[in-house]
Every structure is written in C-alpha cells, then in structure tokens.
C-alpha cells in the first residue's frame, strides 16, 4: 500500500506537487494518470525516497522506505529505462543490485528467466535495445519479492508484443494482491490495464476513481440521428433543456437531453430515421475534460 | 470473387506461455535485510563487473612503474646521453617513485567515476532505491575503492622502488636504508587516499568533467600556479595542498620547506576526511 499525505514538492518558485494525497491499495493496477509535466514521476520519486518533499509525507506499507529493513522486499520501482551501467551485464547488474538486500542468487537467475533475458544475461547492458533494458529493468524491480510494484510509463518504447507481456505481467502482479502503481500520461493504455485511476494535473489531485466512473462520468446522453431532414428534425426537437449539434456528418445531428422522446417525435412528424445511436464517450474524451483545465501548456487559438 | 481472407494464426493464450507465471514462485524473505556488509559486497561486484576500472588500474601501475624506471635510467645513464649521475639533492627513493605525479590523477579517476558514472546514466536511482539510507553507499565505495586502489598500488610502489634501484646499482637506496621502507608503503597510502578525495569530489559535484578537473587542478596545477602567484609569505600555507603535503612522508630524508612525515600526513587524511565528509552530507540532504 501507498500513502501519499499532504504532499508538496517546489523547486524555487514552481511547485511541481501541490499538496496532493492519495492511497494505492493492493490487488488491482492503479494507474498514474495526467499531462505530461503534471508531477506523476516526481510524486513517484518521493514514494521511493528519491526527492524529499517539501512538506508532507509519502510511504510505503506505513513507513518511508529508509525505515524499512529490507526496502527492496517492500517496493521495486522502474522510474526510467536507463538506470543501468551501459558496461555492466545485465547478470553483473542484478547480482550487484540484490546483494544489498541479501538476496539470493537463485532468484538473480529466477527473474533473469521471468523477463526472458537468461540468454543475453552475460552481455553488456549498453547493447541492448530499449525493450530488453526494459525487461532488466523489471527484473530489478522484482528481485526482492515486493509487496508494491512502481512503473514510471510502462509502455514506453516497448513493442507491440512487449506491450501485451507487461500489460499482463502487471495484471499478475496484481491479482497476486500486491499493489500496483502506474504512471501514464496515455488514458488508452490505462483503460486497458487499471482498475482504479489517481488524476493528477499541475500537481493537484484532479480525480481518484474506478476507471469505470471516469467513463461513466462523460455519458451526457446524447444521441447521434441519422436522417434524411436533419433541420426538420431540429425544429421539431428543440425545446427546453435540449441541445442539438450538428456533426461531421451533415444528415447526423447530435441530440443532447432527449434520451427517450427522439423516436417518438419524429413519428409524430412523419420524419424518417435512419439510425439512432445513443453516443458512447471515450475514455480519451472523458479524460480531457476532467483535464481541460489543468494541461500546463495548451495551444492558444490564432 | 469473394476474396477469403484467413484470420491471421494467434496464439490461444498468451497467458498460458506467459513467463510472469514464474513470479508465483514467492521466495524466502526472512533474511531480507540492508546490512553493511552486503552493501560492501555489492560495491565490489560493481566495481569488479566494469572493465573499465581495471584498464584504467592497470594504466596506473604502467604509469607509476614506467615513470619510475625511465627517470632512474635515464639518471643512471643507462639510456640517454649519459646521466648527470646523483647530486646531493637527489634522492633514488623518491625518483624511483616519481611516477606518482601522474600516477595520483588517474587513480583519483579511478574514485571520481566510482560514483559519477551512477549519476551520469541513473543506476544512482536503483542503488538509492536498493539502499534508501543512502549513506552505506558511500562507505562501502570508501572501503571498496580504498581496498582495490592500495592492493593495487603497494606492489606497484614497491615494484617502481626495486626496479628503479635496479637501474641505478651501486647509487641506489636500499629498503633498509632510514625511512625508506616507510615512504614506499606510504606512497601506495598517499594514491590511496587521492582515489578517495576522487570519489568524495565525484559525489560532490556528481559530474565526470568537472570532478576530474578538480583532482587535476588541485594536485597538479594549484602547487605550481599559487606558487608562482601568491608572495613567498604563503610558501608556509602551500605546504598545506595535499599534493605538496605527501612530499613529506613519500620521499626520504625531509628538508626546512616540509611538514614533518606525520603532520603531512594528517594533512592528507584531513582533505579526504573533508572532502568525503562534505560529500555524505550532500548525499544525503540533496534529490538523487
């Protein structure tokens, strides 16, 4: 578990965490989610002790990770892909990393087998493509055996077949009722692998949902209409608390605040339908509009 | 035609082949702690895995032997135009081991990179996420570059002292003679402890460049330049540099213009003590 208390990180004048709390609880993926430059990998760094907060406290499973005896039993992170010696082999890097903790042999050989990279493990880190750094990466992160696992942007660089291992290698991880923390910038990707969703966004908590609200949160019952008299329609349609949009589509007009009469107005006026699809809100949409107005820097209108 | 087109072959289940199946394999976790030790025993598996560490030990040696033969031949006249032989001021120990000069520089590499390299390509990150205390790091870089830098250069020392005598016979200082065996020793003690200020200038100033800068310009260039700049008043304060400082107990038979052989060599101790002290109290305070 992950307990993130009041938080706030500045560097000189900008604040890059404002006073941001949150938990991660065990046994299902959380994902990390807001714009790039919203705090999510210096949030991660304070989790791991990495930067100290300002003010506030971040831990893991109750305490700060220096206070615990054995830290990489408590938590394996992943915070960049390139936090190993481009000289030193991938064997030599996890040997190096478990000895601080006692940990076995067995287990360097083990995770080596779990990432698949026991038949490069004797070469040098620095020829490795970005997908297999990745892996050793990971590797590292579970040596220890952790209750929580930390991935800053997990699908970075990683192909498409490495997408769908770690997608499931984290959902593992999860069922197995460790808690699983993850960071991205990329909705889609969190709709396919999370379950619960911190929102953060110019380092303030914008959300902390199921991933299901969030796509629930966008439904506005609105339905698209097809038909051949899209402005006869129109006047027929409007009234109070109803509003139409027309589409990219010019006999699809979008209708807002009408769920159920649509159908029956229009055969009151002889109007024929084509099609009446009740409008189902990406998730990407349903994100941005609880991110609207937190993304740092926006294009302004010419 | 009706073009069929064939569902491309997909494996059933990736899960079934999935490697993550391997975690379930929980480990034994009782003896999970950060000790010293291991701390210790990770460094050395750090150091030891990068060839790059023992090139450069290995130019170290070259540098301090090769040095030390090619100025007691070329004195002895064995090559050259004839050697102007041993005046009164030179002494064969300390020529012998001149090629500490150079020699000093690179081990003091040696304990900049130690630390450097992790911050230059993150692996700092995985060791402070492995050590959250931070600061065993640093000691067990202390003892491991301490370790490796005096193994390494006490043969070293005594192999620059014996060949250098070698070359110059019946000229040549014996390890019997007053203070000799003392300044051979300590000279591998003095390269230990510039490999050391190395590693504390790394980790205060966390770059290659400038950390490696430093250890020149403060052994090599400081003595000379501040020398030749400040009025002879400050010849007293110079004595000070550690560079000059090590002249005292690394070469035999000490002159008016040293500190005594133990007083320099508190000097020395205390730049590193400094150095390394100021570098612990950084790591710990700053963001890695």
Known sequence: ?302 | MATFIAEPPVARSTRAVDPATNVNNRMETRNLAVTFSRVIRSEWVKFRSLQSNWITMLSAVVTMIGIGALSTAFLSGTIGSGGDGFGDTTDPTTTSLGGMMLAQIIVGIVGVLAITSEFANGMIRSTFAAVPKRLPVLWAKVVVVAGVTFAIMLPATFASFFIGQAFMGSDGASLSDTGVLRAVIESAGYLTAIALLGLGLGSILRRAAGAIGTVFALLLIAPGLLELVLPASFDNVLRYLPSNASLSFTSVGSTEALLSPAVGALVVLGWVAGLVGVAAVLLKRRDA
């Open chain 1, 1 to 302: 578990m992950i307990t993130v208390e009041n938080v706030t990180k500045r560097y000189g004048d900008k604040v890059a965490v404002d006073s941001l709390s949150f938990t991660v609880h065990p046994g299902v993926i959380t994902g990390f989610l807001g714009p790039n430059g919203a705090g999510k990998s210096t949030t991660m760094r304070m989790i791991m002790g990495l930067d100290s907060p300002t003010t506030g406290r971040a831990t893991v499973n109750g305490k700060s990770l220096a206070e615990h005896r054995a830290p990489m039993h408590e938590v394996g992170a992943l915070l960049e892909d390139r936090a190993i010696h481009p000289g030193r082999s991938a064997y030599d890097h996890l040997s190096a990393m478990a000895a601080t903790n006692g940990i076995p042999d067995r287990r360097v050989r083990e995770v080596l087998d779990t990432v698949g990279l026991t038949s490069v493990a004797r070469k040098r880190a620095g020829a490795f493509s970005l997908g297999m750094r990745q892996r050793l990466g990971i590797a590292g992160a579970l040596l220890g055996d952790p209750d929580t696992v930390i991935r800053d942007e997990p699908v970075n660089g990683l192909d498409p077949e490495g997408i769908v291992w770690i997608r499931n290698l984290l959902k593992d991880l999860a069922a197995q009722g460790r808690t699983v923390f993850v960071s991205s910038h990329l909705i889609s990707e969190m709709g396919l692998m999370a379950e619960h969703l911190i929102v953060v966004g110019r380092g303030k908590l914008i959300a902390d949902m199921t991933v299901e609200q969030l796509r629930q949160s966008a439904v506005d019952n609105s339905v698209d209409v097809d038909t051949p008299d899209p402005s006869h329609l129109t006047r027929v349609l409007l009234g109070d608390g109803v509003s139409i949009d027309t589409t990219d589509e010019p006999n699809v007009i979008r209708v807002t605040g009408l769920p159920e009469a649509i159908g029956d107005r229009a055969f009151e006026a002889r109007i024929p339908l084509h099609a009446l699809v009740p409008r189902q809100p990406s998730l990407e949409e349903a994100f941005m509009t609880l991110t609207h107005d937190s993304v740092e820097y926006q294009p302004v209108a010419a």
